[in-house]
Structures are given as C-alpha cells and as structure tokens.
C-alpha cells in the first residue's frame, strides 16, 4: 500500500514492574510473565532475598504503549538493587529485521538505573501486550535472572473508497485507531499532490476512535480525475501526543485498494451464520433469494448489507440493507417479487456487516446458480 510511518511523542506514565520472590541456596524458580521473573538460579552457598519494595533485586518500570515507526521510543527502566553489579541484556522476543533495542547489554552498578528504549517497525501488528521482550540479569557467577514483559503497540486501520466518476473526485477515509489507551484525536491531511496550483487539500481532525471522513467535506474536486493524492494520518495521545504518523497515496481512478486494512476488534458485531433459501422457478425464468442471517455481539451493531451479485449480467445486481438484529431476513430484489431472465445463471451474495459509525467488519459470502437448489449455508469459522 505504500504506507510509511513516523511515530513520537512526550514522556509517558510507566506501570511498574518490580520482580520479586526469593531464591535460596541452590533453589531456582519458574514464575509465568505476570509473576517477576521467568527463572533464577544462584549457586550453593549463596542466599539473596528479593521482593516487591526497593530492596527488589531487579525494578522494570515497563512503558504502557511503545508508539511504532519511529527510533528510541522509551520501553523500560531496568534498575539494579542488588548489592552486586549485574550484567544486563534486554531483546526483543521475535523482532523483525528492522527492530532494535537501545542499549541491549550494558552493566549496573548497585543502585544504578537505565533507560532502554526501542525501535519499532511499522508494519509490525499492533494491539494489546503485542511487544514481548525479555530481560536477563546476572553477576557472572552465582546469580542469574530471566524476565519476560509486554506492552502494547497502537494500531490505524484504514481503507480509502474511491468515488470518483465523470472527472469529479471524492473519496470516502473509514478509519479505526487501537489499542490507545488515552486515545485524543486523529488528523487527516488530504492533499493533491499532483496539481499544486489549485491547492486542493483540507485538513480534518476527530475525536471518535473510528468512523467516516469523506474529502472533500462538500462538494467535489472538480476535474482532478487522474491526480494523485497523499493522505497523512496522526493518531494523538492525552499522555503521549503523537503515537501513529502514517503517509499513504491513491490515484483518483474510480478503483479503491484492495489492500486496504482489515477492520475488527473485540467490541465489534459479528456474523454468525447466513443462509439462502432460492425460490428461483425455471420455467417462468423468474429468480428470487432469501437471506436469513444471525449476528452475535450487537452492541456496536450499524446495519448489514447484502449484496447479490450475477456473475453474468451486471444490470440484475442489488444491494439491500437490514438494520434487523440480532437476526434478520432479506428478499432479492429488494420488497418482494422476482427478477426475470436471469435463471441458471450463477451469483455471488455476499453479507458484510456495519458498526453504528460506518465502518464494515465482517462478511461472509456464498456463490450459488439460480436453479432452485439452496446453497450450503455460510458459517462462521471458530
């Protein structure tokens, strides 16, 4: 899609991290990543006691959200508490090509703090406790410490529709920003980069996580078909300011990407099931569907559309919504009757389902000939 992305920011409250417990002579312990510390060992004759106050033998004050796209963001503050120096590494737990951690072994003094900060790929996937790393901890000889910790990366998705046609550009932006904890506002810049003379821009900027923005704001671009626009999207934080900085371009062609992102989280409605019964009666050459289908997690639920799609003749397609839930039944053509002379032929109907602010997040789709023959049902993949 040609995306690239810029992230920064203020400094951020950190959530802290203490490890904790306590290993004996010749002891060692295995805690899961939400105890302190994954492993330790120390040798015979040692005996080194570690708990949850200052005294900790290893502090991690972790950064709540790492912003992606961008070098040295903060990741964690290691603090020895140890009476002894301790030889530190921190790694990124499957890193891609172009992520590093900043410093990624260093050596502390009793008492000593450091930041490590790092640098996050922007085509890494974002969301909740979606960066794993690990930090290791030792003396060089009777006492070592494993620690794995997470925090969460910010996510944008985007798809940009493509209105335009008779030479009068329009296009809608659906977006959905993740996985910001403190999320403030996303500003768009849309901008005709091909045709500096008539500065066809305009600037928006949203408080809702997700919705619809449509450019220009009214009216048309008349005569840019053809044109190339850049569109640059800003996600702020209440705490951090700017965690996304993404730059993407489209051609005013009538055509939308196909790789736009996918859209989805966990407060989203869901389809469950469809089924299409085909009333289609080939002797009058007369084709008739009906859609019943069953949605689950309806809170945030906009509408569905269903969309019956011949495969040969382009003028018999239809797309009608239902805002029925959590089930409901949809007739093609649309308010009953039949659609002539379009019987045997083969059709693609597809349900995709809608939030409330206008961004789709699920479909299914079934392919099926007007035969009279119901096709399998569509059912959700666990």
Do not use: C, K
Not at 19 to 47: D, H, I, P
Not at 91 to 102: A, M
């Amino acid at each position: 899609m040609g995306n690239r992305r810029r992230t920064g920011g203020r400094s951020t409250t950190r959530r802290s991290v203490i490890a904790g417990g306590f290993v004996a002579v010749g002891a060692g312990f295995m805690l899961t990543e939400t105890g302190a510390f994954s492993q330790t060992a120390a040798t015979r004759g040692a005996s080194i006691g570690v708990g949850p106050d200052g005294d900790a033998l290893l502090g991690l004050d972790v950064a709540p959200l790492v912003a992606v796209g961008s070098s040295d963001e903060p990741l964690v503050d290691v603090t020895n508490n140890a009476e002894t120096p301790l030889e530190v590494t921190v790694e990124l737990v499957d890193p891609l090509e172009s992520e590093s951690v900043s410093p990624s072994e260093t050596t502390l003094q009793p008492g000593e703090s450091i930041p490590v900060t790092v640098s996050i790929a922007s085509e890494r996937d974002g969301g909740t406790d979606a960066l794993a790393f690990d930090v290791t901890a030792s003396d060089g000889e009777s006492l070592s410490v494993e620690v794995r910790r997470r925090t969460s990366i910010p996510g944008l998705n985007y798809a940009i529709i493509d209105r335009t046609q008779n030479s009068n550009v329009e296009f809608d932006v659906q977006y959905q920003v993740l996985d910001v904890p403190d999320f403030d506002r996303m500003e768009l810049f849309v901008e005709n980069v091909s045709d500096g003379d008539r500065n066809l821009n305009e600037s928006f900027t949203v408080t809702d996580p997700e919705g619809v923005i449509s450019y220009p704001s009214s009216g048309n671009d008349g005569g840019a078909e053809g044109s190339t626009y850049e569109f640059t999207f800003e996600v702020l934080d209440e705490e951090r300011g700017s965690v996304i900085f993404e730059q993407t371009t489209r051609v005013a062609d009538g055509e939308s990407d196909d790789d736009d992102d996918d859209f989805g989280g966990d407060d989203d409605p869901i389809l469950e099931s469809f089924t299409v019964t085909d009333n289609t009666d080939l002797q009058r050459d007369q084709v008739q569907f009906v859609v019943e289908y069953e949605l689950s997690n309806t809170e945030n639920f906009g509408h569905v559309e269903v969309t019956f799609d011949n495969q040969n003749h382009s003028w018999s397609d239809e797309t009608v919504e239902s805002s029925d839930e959590p089930t409901g039944t949809v007739t093609y053509p649309d308010g009953g009757g039949t659609q002539g002379g379009t019987s045997n032929q083969p059709y693609e109907i597809s349900v995709e389902v809608w939030t409330e602010s206008g961004i789709p997040v699920d479909s299914g789709s079934v392919t099926t000939v007007a035969d009279g023959e119901d096709p399998p049902p569509y059912v959700r993949e666990e």
